[in-house]
């Protein structure tokens, strides 16, 4: 079911973050010990996104979001060390991908997924998912038109896709890039009065949705827009470490380091360099009664 991991923090060898430990990201590709039920390796592709500082002196410039991809295993391409070993970031997304069956091992179904200055990973899978998640844009439409009739603005006009064909957009038919166009379209939505304020509320507004209409879903979620990271707890494994200048979210531990946390399942966590916090998923009465 695939693995990621992120970091921010201090520059840090992009190369050597994917390779970093015992128990690196990269031999996560062929011995996980955590996939719960997901398969066995992690062969069908990896990524990995990474933020090139913005001009200096440019009023609202953004780190520039870049990533590298293939649909190899990761063990067999040399541009792991011999390009990504000489490039440094503050902050940086990776997954080692472990294909759906049925669903394709192309570059383009390999995350992270990536758009103006976001990265996102999908470690899971969506029963159904393209029935599922047309029912989930429905939604999402329902939420925004709610918000418009409170204002007393026309419903129409607040639409936040305008038909379920947006979903024609993903770069490939899996249930992780299909879903990176809804998450892509919350975030481009926030504003301070309307129903998404922020990142946290789009993955919450997301998970919750797509919970409501398959409560099997497994949708641990990794984002990132290189100074934050947010990722989500449903049905896989997460741990935390934070260190006094960075953070590190990571599927399984890659080292002994005792300042490793496991994170609790149906948790929303936000990182920042040095700190993370934790708060519960709010999530439909139909996981909630399976939890």
């Known amino acids: 079911m695939c693995r990621h991991l992120g970091y921010v923090g201090p520059p840090v060898g992009v190369g050597e973050l994917v390779v970093r430990g015992p128990h690196s990201l ?32 440019v009023e609202g410039a953004r780190d520039a979001v870049t990533r590298y991809r293939n649909h190899a295993p990761i063990w067999t391409d040399p541009a792991v060390a011999e390009v990504l070993g000489q490039l440094e970031s503050r902050s940086v997304i990776a997954a080692v991908r472990s294909a ?67 979903l024609l957009q993903a770069e490939s038919l899996t249930d992780s890039a299909a879903l990176w166009v809804l998450l892509r379209g919350l975030l ?54 934070v260190a006094d200048d960075y953070t590190v979210l990571c599927s399984e531990p890659y080292d002994a380091d005792p300042r490793w946390q496991s994170v609790d399942d149906h948790q929303l966590v936000a990182a920042t360099p040095g700190h993370c916090t934790i708060t519960a998923l709010e999530l439909p009465a139909t996981e909630r009664v399976r939890s």
Do not use: K
């Open 100 to 166: 759906t069956v049925g669903m394709p091992v192309e570059r383009s179904a390999c995350a992270p997924f990536t758009d103006e200055h976001w990265a996102f990973s999908h470690n899971g899978v969506i029963p159904d998912w393209r029935t599922t998640l047309v029912a989930v844009l429905a939604d999402l439409n329902e939420v925004f038109a709610t918000a418009s009739r409170d204002l007393d603005e026309s419903p129409s006009s607040a639409m936040l896709f305008d038909s379920p064909a947006v």
């Open 26 to 57: 990269y031999a996560q590709s062929w011995v996980p010990t955590d996939m719960r039920a997901g398969g066995t390796i992690n062969a069908d592709g990896f990524g990995v996104a990474w933020w090139r500082r913005a001009d200096v002196g």
């Open 188 to 241: 481009r939505a926030i504003a301070p009065a309307g129903p998404v304020t922020s990142p946290d509320d789009a993955l919450q507004l997301l998970v919750a949705a797509v919970l409501r209409h398959q409560p099997g879903t497994r949708l641990n979620l990794l984002l990132g827009n290189g100074i934050q990271l947010w990722a989500t707890t449903c049905w896989h494994a997460l741990s935390v470490l």
